[in-house]
């Protein structure tokens, strides 16, 4: 999708519309267009650099419907010096935004097929934009399935989403934790595990990856083992991005830039470079 | 027939087995349901029975002083319950419980045991399938313990 702005190397002002805590360290925030910025149409599984003034810029995916591209939602982690910034902001503070960045989810090339979104952690953010646009264009897909994991009932992300999709009843919602005490009825165990239960057909299966590298890779031997091909699993990888638009080479992965090529590319051009420490 | 027998047969686990295998296992095999909340196994426990899950969700657990019952992994429809029947000394390790209701086969551990002493090709197969489960569930422990979503 061509939608980046006439300078990508400047960011456009957006001001905080309302901020969500989701989890005790995930926030989101929604952006609306400030100082004449334009709305930007973004396609799922793109992301934004995010410029916290005075402190510094991150890459952060875009976490919002993409059919409502007025209201620019982003979910993350406080983890790091931007990223704690921009929790501590509150309704009417501005951030910058360049972007919307690099490839997106082949939502489009999924038509017709099985679709099996996978996503770890706070990894659920990048894919819900595509969960959005398969649910508003539901017959045009087979089957269904959402399989999510986390560290602990406390930190399952987009709880209301969840329930939602579930209830919808033509899409297979699997969550599970990495530990939980009693109380939690649901699953506890890693994700590769709980694709075992979805359902599924391999051979017209379009799967979408999202979360830790570690818990990417093991995902994708799971599908492959369920006989899923190679070209049809697509993840989404993090490298260190700057520039985002390639010039920099900061995200250099291989032959691809991550912030150009990716962040979503296809498991079979990724499965043996990810296996080499130094890249 | 024994109504078991294509239940055995269609379950993943013992997906592929040769049918005189899976009539020897009938002799071992009873059908069992478990309602939510109700305990299958206590960790200590004689490890009499192994299961082979249908239909709902078994928490395997272990309680820790102090923080209460925790849940370490959930076996749910198409999946095996229960190793210690196989390995000495025979004692159930943890604790399970019905997370939903559960339909499961239980099968007599000693009756196993002995028919696959009497049959090696049948012990070497349920042994190969039983390592296959533990090779996944090391594998997902391992993961587990790298807490990967502590900064994802």
Redesign the interface.
């Known amino acids: 999708m061509e939608a980046v702005a006439a300078d990508p190397m400047l960011p456009a002002p957006w001001r905080v519309a309302r901020v969500r805590r989701d989890t005790a360290d995930t926030f989101t925030l929604d952006l609306a267009p400030a100082g004449g910025a334009a709305p930007a149409p973004f396609a799922p599984g793109q992301f934004n650099m995010l410029w916290a003034f005075g402190v510094g810029e991150v890459p952060i995916s875009i976490s919002g419907d993409p059919a409502r591209p007025a209201v620019l939602r982003h979910t993350t982690?406080a983890?790091g010096t931007v990223t704690r910034a921009m929790a501590r902001l509150r309704r009417g503070g501005v951030l910058g935004v360049r972007g919307p960045f690099g490839s997106a989810w082949p939502t489009d090339e999924a038509e017709g097929a099985d679709v099996v979104l996978v996503a770890?952690?706070?990894?659920l953010a990048p894919l819900r934009p595509a969960l959005l646009r398969i649910l508003a264009r539901r017959r045009r897909y087979g089957r269904v399935v959402v399989a999510y994991?986390?560290?602990t009932p406390a930190?399952v992300l987009f709880r209301d989403d969840l329930q939602r999709w579930q209830a919808r009843g033509d899409v297979e919602v699997l969550v599970?934790v990495?530990?939980?005490?009693?109380g939690?009825?649901?699953?506890?165990?890693?994700v590769?595990?709980v694709l075992?239960?979805a359902s599924f057909d391999p051979a017209r299966t379009v799967a979408m990856v999202c979360?830790?590298e570690?818990?990417m890779r093991?995902a994708a031997q799971e599908l492959l083992r369920r006989g899923v091909a190679p070209a049809r699993i697509h993840v989404s990888v993090e490298r260190n991005m700057k520039c985002a638009v390639g010039f920099c080479g900061h995200c250099q992965l291989g032959p691809d830039f991550v912030c150009r090529d990716g962040p979503v590319l296809p498991w079979a051009r990724l499965a043996t470079r990810l296996l080499v420490p130094e890249v | 027939m024994n109504t078991l027998e294509p239940i055995l047969a269609e379950h993943p686990f013992l997906h592929g087995l040769a049918p005189a295998h899976v009539s020897l296992l009938v002799g071992c095999a009873s059908n069992v349901v478990f309602q939510p909340g109700e305990t299958v196994f206590r960790e200590g426990d004689p490890a009499d029975d192994f299961f082979i899950v249908r239909e709902g969700d078994v928490g395997v657990e272990l309680h820790v002083p102090g923080q209460g019952t925790m849940t370490i992994a959930t076996v749910g429809a198409g999946e095996i319950l229960g190793w210690s029947w196989l390995v000495p000394p025979h004692r159930c390790a943890f604790s399970a419980r019905a997370a939903t209701r559960v339909r499961a086969i239980s099968f007599d551990g000693a009756c196993l045991r002995d028919k696959c002493d009497r049959d090696p090709a049948l012990g070497y197969e349920l042994l190969k399938r039983v390592a296959m489960v533990m090779a996944d569930r090391l594998q997902a422990t391992r993961l587990q313990l790298l807490d990967l979503y502590e900064r994802h």
């Open positions: 982690r983890v770890g952690g706070i990894g994991g986390t560290r930190d599970t990495d530990r939980a005490a009693g939690w009825a649901g699953r506890v165990g890693v590769p595990s075992r239960l979360g830790p570690v818990m093991f």
